[in-house]
C-alpha cells in the first residue's frame, strides 16, 4: 500500500549529526515532493524543507538552512534528511511527508522518528 | 515569513457541542491556501481541510473550514468523542511553509 516508512530512533550527543531516512512505496517515487517537518515534545509543528524527488533540489526553511540535509536515492526510494552540529533543542520527533500533486498539504505521513540529543 | 496565530490555546468543551477554532496569518494568505490538520498523541497529523474550505478525502462533514485573507476558521459542528486533539492550521501559499501553534480541544 502507499506509505512512508521512517528509520528508528536515535539518541545523539550535542555537535554530532543524525541522518533519518524516509522509505517510501505503493506509488511512483519521483511523482511527488516529499518535506521534513519537526515536532518538538509538547510543541507545534515545524516545517523544515522540501526536495524534490525527481531532480533532487531542495528548498530549506531559513533557520536550518547552514545545517540540514536532504537527498533521494531514486534506485531505493528513499529520501534522506540529515541534521548536523546538533543540540539538546533539536530534541524532536522528525516526520517526512508528500505532498500532493506539487500542492504542500500533507495527506500522507511517515510514522515519525524521534531523535533525542543529550550528554 | 507568514506567522499564524491559533486561538483559543484549548477549548473545553462537551460531546455534541460545537467548536470554533480561529487560525489568523500577519499577512494574506494567498489563494486561500490554508489548510487544517487533527494530531492525537502519538500520531502523526492528519489533514482535514485544504484550500481552506475542502474536506479531504474520508473526512466527516461535521468538519467545515472558512475564511480567506488573514481570517480563518474551523468548525466542528456537533463534537464526537474522537475529535478531542489538537488541531493546527498551515498555510501553504508561500514558502516557508508555516504551522500555527495549535488549538487542544479538551474534554470539559
Known amino acids: 500500500q502507499v506509505q512512508l516508512v521512517q528509520s528508528g530512533a536515535e539518541v545523539k550527543k550535542p555537535g554530532a549529526s543524525v541522518k533519518v531516512s524516509c522509505k517510501a512505496s505503493g506509488y511512483t517515487f519521483t511523482s511527488y515532493y516529499l518535506h521534513w517537518v519537526r515536532q518538538a515534545p509538547g510543541q507545534g509543528l515545524e516545517w523544515m524543507g522540501i526536495i524534490n524527488v525527481s531532480g533532487g533540489s531542495t528548498n530549506y526553511a531559513q533557520k536550518f538552512e547552514d545545517r540540514v540535509t536532504m537527498t533521494r536515492d531514486t534506485s531505493t526510494n528513499i529520501v534522506y534528511m540529515e541534521l548536523s552540529r546538533l543540540r539538546s533543542d533539536d530534541t524532536a520527533v522528525y516526520y517526512c511527508?508528500?505532498?500532493?500533486?506539487?500542492?504542500?498539504?500533507?495527506?500522507?505521513w511517515g510514522q515519525g522518528t524521534t531523535v533525542t540529543v543529550s550528554s | 515569513e507568514i506567522v499564524l496565530t491559533q486561538s483559543p490555546g484549548t477549548l473545553s468543551l462537551s460531546p455534541g457541542e460545537r467548536a470554533t477554532l480561529s487560525c489568523r496569518a500577519s499577512q494574506s494568505v494567498r489563494s486561500s491556501n490554508l489548510a487544517w490538520y487533527q494530531q492525537k498523541p502519538g500520531q502523526a497529523p492528519r489533514l482535514l481541510i485544504y484550500?481552506?474550505?475542502s474536506r479531504a478525502t474520508g473526512i466527516p462533514d461535521r468538519f467545515s473550514g472558512t475564511g480567506s485573507g488573514t481570517n480563518f476558521a474551523l468548525t466542528i459542528s456537533r463534537l464526537e468523542p474522537e475529535d478531542f486533539a489538537v488541531y493546527y492550521c498551515?498555510?501553504?501559499?508561500?514558502?516557508?511553509?508555516?504551522f500555527g501553534g495549535g488549538t487542544k480541544v479538551e474534554i470539559k
Open positions: 511527508a508528500r505532498d500532493q500533486g506539487g500542492i504542500s498539504i500533507f495527506v500522507l
Open positions: 484550500g481552506a474550505s
Open positions: 498551515q498555510q501553504y501559499g508561500s514558502s516557508p511553509l508555516t
